[in-house]
């Protein structure tokens, strides 16, 4: 695999990527993010009325099942797939994991919808900080399409190594109870979440070159292992405590990871020296909306009583 190279000359000695699938790649994530956010209320609503004794069994799957709040959140969660699919094959996974960031946005809204309350002037500027900080940080990173495509050594060499990392996750998860166990599932679940991302963006490269060839090749069986793999993650994630621990474990670790991925595998570049400053601001930015929303009791409980309603 090619060197790793996030610098991109001042100069521009490459030339720039195409505004038009760059804009189309972040409106279809916006989409997406929608279709995750009502995914995940729904998924929520479902996997707080499970025992906790079914946490980390296959048996919590089950009992999912036969929720329909469960399986609405399921066709959201497919439509939040098919447009992020979309989006991948107009641009990088640099650019499109860190855009569905604004799920959290759209939660919040939603929610608020659902129960009738009104966002405090907190929330508010909570996600107008989120907001801000995932343009700052895409309009100075600016993320390019990949130079190049992940050989075979370079696949198997992400596979082992997230396939480590989250079972050291899971460990710790399985060793403990309360808020670490959902921390440690969701950063478990966004990690996977980012590395099925690149299996979405390698499918979509081969639907291109070869769609005759996609339905024999591994990528299409390693994406729909690893999405599962991440579902199941993400529901003992919601199921082991509130969404205050959950939702910024997994929302910060999908495009962390989703960053490292695309450089490091697809080689797409972000802008570095001067722009570090504007990257790290807009990160900055972009956690402290993530870490308020979180901990608005809005998202905090299953549901609000009918005291709260305005």
């Given at each position: 695999m090619p060197a790793l190279d996030l610098?991109?000359?001042?100069?521009?000695?490459?030339?720039?990527p195409s505004v038009v699938p760059l804009i189309a790649a972040g409106l279809l994530a916006v989409l997406a993010a929608l279709c995750n956010a009502g995914s995940s209320v729904l998924q929520r609503r479902a996997a707080r009325s499970v025992s906790p004794e079914l946490g980390l069994r296959l048996g919590l799957i089950?009992?999912?099942?036969?929720?329909?709040?469960?399986?609405?959140?399921?066709?959201?969660?497919?439509?939040?797939?098919?447009?992020?699919?979309?989006?991948?094959?107009?641009?990088?996974?640099?650019?499109?994991?860190?855009?569905?960031?604004?799920?959290?946005?759209?939660?919040?809204?939603?929610?608020?919808?659902?129960?009738?309350?009104?966002?405090?002037?907190?929330?508010?500027?909570?996600?107008?900080?989120?907001?801000?900080?995932?343009t700052m940080f895409l309009a100075a990173a600016v993320p390019g399409p990949g130079r190049w495509?992940?050989?075979?050594?370079?696949?198997?060499?992400?596979?082992?190594?997230?396939?480590?990392?989250?079972?050291?996750?899971?460990?710790?998860?399985?060793?403990?109870?309360?808020?670490?166990?959902?921390?440690?599932?969701?950063?478990?679940?966004?990690?996977?979440?980012?590395?099925?991302?690149?299996?979405?963006?390698?499918c979509t490269t081969l639907l291109e070159e070869d769609p005759g060839a996609l339905p024999t090749s591994w990528p299409l069986y390693a994406m729909v292992a690893a999405g599962l793999g991440s579902l199941f993650l993400l529901q003992n994630a919601l199921h082991s405590g509130t969404l205050v621990?959950?939702?910024?474990?997994l929302t910060i670790s999908d495009p962390i990871a989703g960053i490292l991925y695309g450089a490091m595998m697809f080689g797409e570049p972000i802008r570095t020296g001067k722009w570090l400053v504007f990257e790290v601001a807009g990160a900055g930015l972009l956690v402290y909306g993530v870490v308020v929303l979180a901990r608005s009791p809005l998202i905090e409980v299953p549901s609000v009583p009918p005291s709260a309603r305005k």
């Open positions: 610098h991109r000359g001042e100069q521009g000695s490459q030339a720039a089950w009992a999912l099942i036969g929720d329909p709040l469960w399986r609405w959140g399921i066709a959201a969660l497919i439509g939040g797939f098919v447009f992020q699919a979309a989006a991948l094959s107009k641009g990088g996974i640099a650019l499109v994991q860190p855009a569905l960031v604004i799920e959290l946005p759209f939660t919040m809204i939603i929610m608020s919808w659902a129960f009738g309350v009104f966002l405090d002037k907190r929330s508010w500027l909570a996600i107008g900080a989120l907001s801000a900080g995932l495509s992940p050989d075979t050594l370079a696949w198997i060499v992400a596979a082992v190594v997230t396939l480590a990392t989250i079972a050291v996750l899971v460990a710790v998860g399985a060793l403990t109870r309360g808020p670490m166990r959902s921390a440690t599932l969701g950063v478990a679940a966004g990690i996977g979440f980012a590395f099925t991302a690149t299996l979405i963006k390698k621990v959950a939702q910024p474990a």
